[in-house]
T-cell receptor, first 115, second 115 residues
Framework: ETGVTQTPRHLVMGMTNKKSLKCEQH?????MYWYKQSAKKPLELMFVYSLEERVENNSVPSRFSPECPNSSHLFLHLHTLQPEDSALYLCASSQGTGTDNSPLHFGNGTRLTVT | AQKITQTQPGMFVQEKEAVTLDCTYDTSDQSYGLFWYKQPSSGEMIFLIY??????QNATEGRYSLNFQKARKSANLVISASQLGDSAMYFC????????????FGKGNQVVVIP
């Protein structure tokens, strides 16, 4: 496989469930990101990992817990979510996190519905 | 404060015609980067084109070109010879100046190419 792969593509969970989103990149990048895309709102940056170290937590509630075990894998652990957390969750990777022109490469996203 | 503005309503464009998508941005920094992404119904965000604030020439990438007017703080995307596969949401994004590859996204433009 190439690029950025996210699983599952769709997820329905109750507010008391615990689930995890998985992201894997095959591009040799050293930075990975979680974004949230809600209807009619711009993409919101949630977390940034650089060389497996979290470098940014963009005021995300603690019910979202990221994990980056290595530079190729990124997880988003979910627990006790709210219906307003329903959204498309996009993972991305890039080579570097500095002010260069390296674009972010995104996965297909996980469509999450919280019931 | 919103940094990227995309205000056009959904657009219909005839196949093989050109379409221009508007994007204006707000920043006080002199060094920044501008990106355009395409998001088809599959959900994946696909990188299209990049323009650096110090680039003297407008960026081009195949059928995509960027009409960069720095003084007006606009970075419009031009898609030439539209194809049916160009039907998607298009997002303008700006790399914020303080590192971690933060991208501020606009709300997007919907484009539908009709045969």
């Amino acid at each position: 496989e190439t690029g950025v792969t996210q699983t599952p593509r769709h997820l329905v969970m109750g507010m008391t469930n615990k689930k995890s989103l998985k992201c894997e990149q095959h591009l040799g990048h050293n930075a990975m990101y979680w974004y949230k895309q809600s209807a009619k709102k711009p993409l919101e940056l949630m977390f940034v990992y650089s060389l497996e170290e979290r470098v940014e937590n963009n005021s995300v509630p603690s019910r979202f817990s990221p994990e980056c075990p290595n530079s190729s894998h990124l997880f988003l652990h979910l627990h006790t979510l709210q219906p307003e957390d329903s959204a498309l969750y996009l993972c991305a990777s890039s080579q570097g996190t500095g002010t260069d022109n390296s674009p972010l490469h995104f996965g297909n996203g996980t469509r999450l519905t919280v019931t | 404060a919103q940094k990227i503005t995309q205000t056009q309503p959904g657009m219909f464009v005839q196949e093989k015609e050109a379409v221009t998508l508007d994007c204006t941005y707000d920043t006080s920094d002199q060094s920044y980067g501008l990106f355009w992404y395409k998001q088809p119904s599959s959900g994946e965000m696909i990188f299209l084109i990049y323009q650096g604030s110090y680039d003297e020439q407008n960026a081009t990438e195949g059928r995509y070109s960027l009409n960069f007017q720095k003084a007006r703080k606009s970075a419009n995307l031009v898609i030439s010879a539209s194809q049916l596969g160009d039907s998607a949401m298009y997002f303008c994004a700006m790399r914020e100046p303080y590192g971690n590859n933060r991208l501020a996204f606009g709300k997007g433009n919907q484009v539908v190419v009709i045969p």
